[in-house]
């Protein structure tokens, strides 16, 4: 019996080390000297400050800013532990809503959210990513189209010309991962970060 349990046994435990802890540890090891930042978790830091991640979307809603994607994340809430609130781009709770394309909850929140966008910016289609969560809801970039669509509101809101905020735009357009990959995006954070940088010229 013994000499039929002992391979098995030396087997789990030789994987469990090798592909529980030595594999884990090298592949961390590789990752950080390779490409530290990413390893980190991509942050940003502005003075000495970290103030969020190229990977994780953030909240913005004044006028001034370019507004992300929409998030579903919720978290507990403070007044009743037994109860969620919505809490955007939670990262300790990556989701989406779950709500089917009939739901008629959904279908108002968007409807909502069209009629309130054709006002700021009667003259253009709006773009489906600015009335859409992501599935992680932690997307933290924006088609082109979406980020031009907010350019007349973001330029109103900071006394700039239309044509520098939008050059603004442009020149933070990532294209597709190996020219095949993915969609162009922007990174809102990145983007809002340059524009506060530009207007304090």
């Not at 108002?108 to 309130?116: A, I, L, S, T, Y």
């Amino acid at each position: 019996m013994f000499k039929l349990l002992r391979p098995a046994f030396v087997l789990l435990v030789s994987l469990t080390v090798i592909t529980g802890l030595i594999y884990p540890l090298a592949m961390t090891g590789l990752a950080g000297a390779l490409f530290p930042k990413q390893a980190q978790g991509s942050l940003i830091v502005r003075d000495g400050k970290i103030i969020g991640s190229e990977l994780i979307g953030q909240s913005f809603t004044s006028d001034r800013y370019f507004r992300g994607r929409l998030s579903a994340t919720t978290g507990t809430d403070p007044s009743d532990p037994s109860k969620t609130v919505p809490q955007p781009y939670n990262a300790a709770n990556s989701m989406g809503s779950n709500l089917g394309p009939t739901n008629k909850a959904l279908i108002d929140r968007v409807k909502g959210d069209v009629e309130k966008l054709r006002a700021e910016n009667p003259s253009t289609p709006v773009p489906l990513d600015l009335v859409t969560t992501t599935a992680s809801g932690l997307d933290p970039d924006i088609s082109p189209a979406a980020a031009y669509f907010q350019v007349p509101r973001v330029a109103k809101a900071r006394n700039l010309p239309e044509a520098d905020v939008k050059q603004l735009v442009e020149s933070h357009i990532e294209s597709r991962l190996f020219g095949l990959i993915g969609e162009p995006h922007i990174n809102v954070l990145a983007l809002n970060l340059d524009l506060d940088r530009v207007a304090a010229r």
